[in-house]
């Protein structure tokens, strides 16, 4: 069975700071990525995927994240941050045989003006 | 094209009762999740519906059960009631593959008393 572990349960980082939020897999054979984020009160929303091809992919709000297969990662980063990202952050992964996502414990991203 | 919708936001109910939640997917999606999210447990994945048909399960006990509709739509019932279900329920709906995002509702929030 598939496992995804986000090393960090909290991020605290200050406005206009570069965040990257880790996010690791158990599996190596074909798999599909994605990061979701759940702002309060609310479900969870698609940020962005991987399926296939490049292995870095953007979101529309200026967050990337790069699939690495030897290292079973999908670290999620953004350059400059603003306190409307504050947040928490879910990486999920399918494949592997199954099409039920597995989901990392989330990271809370805290902004600080 | 609309959102998934999740009735009702919020529902208080006392120990020993039971409740019904309903969740309509987004068109044209035969796949529906039933998640619960506690602060303690993360995200626990209950069952998929598709097309009708119970096609997952997780690790919840049997008081907690759901059906689909021929039109999609899916209410979660959960009977008998322990204060430990307290929690928000979320509903998801996809295509039903592995590289097939879920598309989220904002979840009804169930506190038991």
């Known amino acids: 069975a598939q496992s995804v572990t986000q090393l960090d349960s909290q991020v605290p980082v200050f406005e206009e700071a570069p965040v990257e939020l880790r996010c690791n897999y158990s599996?190596?054979?074909?798999?599909?990525l994605f990061w979701y984020v759940q702002y309060p009160n609310q479900g969870l929303q698609l940020l962005l995927k991987?399926?296939?091809?490049?292995?870095l992919v953007e979101s529309i709000n200026g967050f990337e994240a790069e699939f690495n297969k030897s290292q079973t990662s999908f670290h999620l980063r953004k350059p400059s941050v603003h306190i409307s990202d504050t947040a928490e952050y879910f990486c999920?992964?399918?494949?592997?045989?199954?099409?039920?996502?597995?989901f990392g414990r989330g990271t809370s991203l805290i902004v600080h003006p | 094209k609309a959102g998934v919708t999740q009735t009702p936001r919020y529902l208080i109910k006392t120990r020993g009762q039971q409740v019904t939640l309903s969740c309509s997917p987004i068109?044209?999606?035969?796949?529906v999740s039933w998640y619960q999210q506690t602060p303690g447990q993360g995200l626990q994945f209950l069952f998929e519906?598709?097309?009708?048909?119970?096609?997952n399960k997780g690790n919840f006990p049997g008081r907690f059960s759901g059906r689909q509709f021929s039109n999609s739509r899916s209410e979660m019932n959960v009977s008998t009631l322990e204060l430990g279900d307290s929690a928000l329920y979320l509903c998801?709906?996809?295509?039903?593959?592995?590289?097939?995002?879920?598309?989220f509702g904002n979840g009804t929030r169930l506190t038991v008393t």
């Open positions: 991987y399926l296939s091809g490049s292995t």
């Open positions: 519906y598709f097309s009708e048909t119970q096609r």
């Open positions: 999920a992964v399918t494949g592997g045989g199954s099409y039920i996502p597995t």
């Open positions: 998801a709906s996809s295509r039903g593959r592995g590289d097939s995002p879920l598309h």
């Open positions: 068109s044209g999606h035969r796949s």
């Open positions: 599996s190596s054979v074909s798999v599909y």
